[in-house]
């Protein structure tokens, strides 16, 4: 008789983990939809004095090697106010927007930051936008820092 309360008891343990493990909601970029910024063109007008702006695209072979460890940054965001704020916008989406920026062409990632890092640079216009992943920190409505690839990660973690 103990055996079998034992072996019910071992069962419905077994039988609620796998239950929960199964309903665990799974982080994707539409967890965060309150962090998606809604159009390039605000990439400088937001509220915050300093935050940044991750680009990214869905079909990225390198911000899908990023997009777990970034998923989970923001997911302790939400309830860290000392994490720098970040705000989610997919490049595949420029195509539709009427706007102007800068498309680097032919710039390598280094070059690229060291443009963006070297010039005062405030408009989108100015904004050199050819790799994802890309991490663009903005403070006090202007450019200040930028980070591609797995860099954007070890930025972040420095937080």
Do not use: W
């Not at 910024?37 to 079909?59: A, M, N, V």
């Not at 923001?74 to 498309?103: A, C, F, H, Q, W």
């Amino acid at each position: 008789m103990r055996n079998i309360l034992l072996k019910k008891i071992a069962f419905l343990l077994i039988f609620s983990s796998l239950i929960c493990s199964c309903t665990q909601h799974e982080l994707d970029y539409s967890s965060f939809n309150e962090f998606r910024l809604e159009t390039i063109s605000s990439f400088y007008d937001l509220e915050e004095d300093k935050y940044g702006i991750y680009l990214y695209r869905e079909d990225c072979p390198s911000c899908q090697n990023i997009k777990e460890d970034l998923l989970n940054y923001m997911n302790n965001l939400i309830n860290n106010d000392n994490l720098l704020k970040l705000y989610l916008y997919n490049t595949n989406r420029l195509g539709g927007e009427l706007v102007s920026y800068n498309p680097g062409d032919g710039l390598s990632v280094e070059e690229t930051k060291e443009y963006l890092i070297n010039n005062d640079i405030y408009t989108l216009e100015e904004t050199i936008i050819n790799y994802v992943p890309s991490l663009y920190v903005i403070s006090q409505k202007k450019l200040t820092d930028y980070y591609a690839g797995a860099e954007i990660i070890d930025y972040l973690n420095s937080y």
